[in-house]
């Protein structure tokens, strides 16, 4: 990466006045308010995200948490309310959060142009819903917002010379072991129970024109969160999670994850065992599940990411007012 790049986003009072920028800036509005219209729609109810925790979500690939002291105790800041979704779930059936996450990401990251630091997702969850529910629910979702958006802004998109397509319902879906021979046969060897490596999924992304799904991850490659199938479809011997990536076409990359919880005590510690999680750090999270909370299933999409794909933008930190990139001290 050029040092100039760096260079400019350490002068973001300087570039953040351009016009390039502020087009970018207003298609973003545009997004936040038709996925917000979308899923009032839909009779979501917006709550507010929490910031900091005493756990938080700790799926995610090999970036690190934040933490903290705070009156004493460990503290973090939020990677993403994913259990804070769960209890949520005693309350009201269907909520979403405009959620700020802290990832400290690999400074490899930085290569891959789809990842920041601080980032915020659209964050909702839906009691007794499965992840099959929640994949078309998110297909609709996207659609609406590119037909919204590509009408409300079609003058910003006309200058960002971006050619969107309203996506065809329902996507392609490819199961997990499918996504791993497709790359074998583009020369990549992915490891069954690992994660999808970026420049994997990048390579996937680039032979697709249309978002696609990817379901049924290993239980190894994810967080303790997620339901595991009950028959494990004879694959091999390991456990298939209901779970999916949601995959941008032209090479743009991941926009969601999700999928169906675990939400039942006792399995939820046999998994944090397996995962060698600290089972001490999860007081209240624990207490909760043995209260009982209902099953659900939801999904987190990136609003950077969003942007970033709408207005076809190479990098991440273009679709941020104030972007954080791995390694770079910027404002
Ligand atoms: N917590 C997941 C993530 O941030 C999203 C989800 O499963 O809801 O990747
Ligand atoms: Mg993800």
């Known amino acids: 990466m050029s040092s100039d790049v760096f260079e400019s986003l350490k002068k973001r009072y300087l570039t953040l006045r351009k016009k390039e920028v502020i087009r970018v800036l207003k298609v973003q509005d545009a997004i936040v308010s038709e996925i917000r219209d979308f899923l009032k729609g839909e009779c979501f109810v917006e709550i507010l995200a929490p910031i900091i925790g005493p756990v938080t979500d700790p799926g995610i690939r090999g970036a690190k948490q934040i933490s903290f002291d705070y009156y004493g105790a460990r503290f973090k800041v939020m990677s993403s309310m994913i259990l804070y979704k769960q209890v949520m779930m005693t309350s009201l059936p269907k909520i979403f959060a405009l959620s700020p996450n802290i990832r400290l990401e690999p400074l490899e990251t930085v290569k891959t142009r789809r990842h920041l630091t601080e980032f915020r997702q659209i964050d909702l969850e839906v009691a007794h819903a499965t992840y099959k529910d929640m994949m078309e629910l998110g297909e609709r979702m996207l659609c609406h917002i590119i037909t919204k958006v590509k009408h409300r802004c079609s003058k910003e998109l006309e200058e960002q010379k971006r050619v969107l397509k309203v996506p065809q319902k329902p996507f392609k ?146 679709a941020v007012p104030f972007p954080k990139v791995a390694g770079v001290l910027s404002s």
Not at 271 to 300: C, H, Q, T
Request: with cysteine; charged share 30%.
């Open 173 to 318: 879906k490819y199961t997990y072991k499918e996504a791993l021979e497709i790359l074998k046969n583009l020369g990549i060897n992915v490891n069954f129970g690992l994660e999808i490596p970026w420049e994997a999924e990048e390579a996937l992304s680039k032979i697709h024109k249309e978002p696609f799904w990817i379901t049924d991850f290993p239980v190894e490659a994810r967080g303790f969160y997620y339901m595991e199938h009950e028959d494990n479809l004879g694959i091999l011997d390991l456990g298939i999670l209901k779970d999916f990536d949601l995959i941008y076409p032209e090479g743009f990359g991941e926009a969601v994850s999700g999928g169906e919880r675990e939400y039942r005590y006792n399995k939820i510690v046999e998994r944090m065992r397996a995962s060698e999680e600290n089972i001490s750090e999860y007081g209240w999270y624990l207490d909760m599940l043995k209260a009982g909370v209902p099953p659900s299933a939801g999904f987190g999409i990136g609003v950077e990411r969003l942007t970033r794909f709408i207005c076809g933008l190479e990098n991440i930190w273009d």
